[in-house]
């Protein structure tokens, strides 16, 4: 079960990618950007673990939003490519139930 630590899920998101979103934002971030507006994702260790399929759980429950805005859901951070098995996966589960997806990273 591939599982990763999230630092918070935001719904209804309209900043991060096209339409309404559903905003995971990942913990863990190596940068250290002056200006971060989310400092409280840095460390690696912080947050909460979820699984890949109670994630997708989740998210479909938006998906009537997501079709009439097209919108769709974005991994957001922290840095969501420091738990790279986990973005794959649950980016293929997306593609599945036919959610969009948008990455959002700083690498
Ligand atoms: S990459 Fe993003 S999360 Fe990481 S320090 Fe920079 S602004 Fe903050």
Not at 1 to 30: N, W, Y
Not at 53 to 61: A, D, F, G, N, S
Not at 75 to 90: R, Y
Request: some cysteine; aromatic content about 10%; hydrophobic content about 35%.
């Amino acid at each position: 079960m591939v599982t990763a630590r999230v630092h918070s899920i935001e719904t209804m998101g309209l900043v991060d990618g096209p339409g309404i979103r559903v905003v995971v934002f990942m913990q863990g971030c190596k940068l250290r950007c002056a200006y971060c507006h989310n400092p409280d994702t840095w460390d690696q260790k912080g947050g909460f673990e979820i699984s890949v399929e109670e994630l997708i759980q989740k998210v479909k429950r938006y998906k009537i939003y997501f079709n009439h805005s097209g919108g769709g859901v974005t991994l957001s951070g922290g840095d969501p490519l420091l738990q790279p098995e986990f973005v794959i996966e649950f980016f293929k589960r997306c593609k599945e139930e036919g959610i969009h997806t948008t990455l959002d990273t700083s690498g």
